[in-house]
């Protein structure tokens, strides 16, 4: 028995070597995706002092309120402020043009007076508030005050813009005007109450927010491009075998391979077992490539590295066991399709489904609830996540256990289905 397995491993293995294509596909497809991927969405992870965006400012105020919108603009280290083009000051109708044309991402229209009305404002406000307590003189309190009509700050953004680009700069800007609305009640409240210039308000947040990330020997982990994206198409990887893997089953049903194989006799679990071998072999060399790539290539690209000391091992586990479930997918698929006109492009496109939903793409969370749920029933899902347990989550054998188990139990069920399907076509 042991002689047929190995003779089963070596007829897979010659299979291969006369495949060139597919050992392309294998390979060298896999290592371009991972290293063009990265390098486009390294951008998203890197600091924002690494990536500033030009953007048209028109100041129609020329008061305190826009110099300190346009520091705080300058400070943030996201945004490189522009007011001229071509040497001419922008006014809102050559930056809303140049926007809605493409040519920048996003303007700001900072309108006339609107230091001077925002401080007028307050003042009346705090006066109002001041007389009603008794604690100012009543010719401070006119009987009828001028109405001061609100002011907008209009953002126009390109319409290619993403929906999450547009929330954030609004979410920020209202966050700056709010500070410094709050900032001129406080002052005024300090020159009704005639104290000078000696603070008797605290004018710093109370409340701040600090993110906490996970520390390896007292050192933050911060996450980056890499330990995103080379799991992730470590997986794609893997489970592409599926389109090979399957054409083989097919070709050899087509031509007769798999009937003389049998009435040697060769046991159908002992022909699945050599092609689990094999391409297992072929998983695991396709993980270590790519994990070589984050680790030797990366950082001669500008790329930040892929750091696996103390996770290697975990991270071949994981792998193995994707790769399990890989093949028992792609066997399952031979078994079932009768033609490779059926194989290859369902096989394809399953496995573009599968990372699609399972996260690969798009991060499960910002997915549709619907769409949230159903990512839970694909094994690409269960091996992402194992990989970020061990890359990001520092997390043990213990913890990617029931990744693990699920993989496992996908293998297993895939196998007993093809072969109990290839029985029952031959008892037919």
Known sequence: MMYKFLMSVYKEMLLLKRDFGGLVILFVMPLVLIVTITLIQDSTFKSVTESRIPILLVDNDNGAISKTVKENLEESGSFEIVTKIDGILINEAVAKEAVF???????????????????????????????????????????????IASKEVRLYFDPATQLAFKNAVKSAIDKMISQIETKSIYTAFQDQLGEGDEAIFEQESFIVFKEMMPKVNDKEVLPNSVQHNVPAWALFAIFFIVVPLSINIVKEKGQGTQIRLITNPVPYAVIIAGKTATYLIICMIQFFLMVAVGVYLFPYLGLPVLDVEGKLFLMSVVALFSGLAAIGFGILLGTIAKTQEQSAPFGATSVVILAAVGGVWVPVFAMPKIMQHISQISPMNWGLNAFYDVLLRNGNLLEILPEINLLLLFFIGTITLAIGYDKKKRAV
Not at 124 to 145: H, S, W
């Open 101 to 147: 044309k493409g040519k920048y991402q996003l303007a700001i229209v900072i309108p006339a007076k609107l230091s001077s009305d925002l401080q007028l404002k307050v003042n009346q406000n705090v006066e109002r508030i001041v007389g009603n307590l008794g604690m100012g003189e009543a010719t401070t309190v006119p009987e009828k005050t001028a109405k």
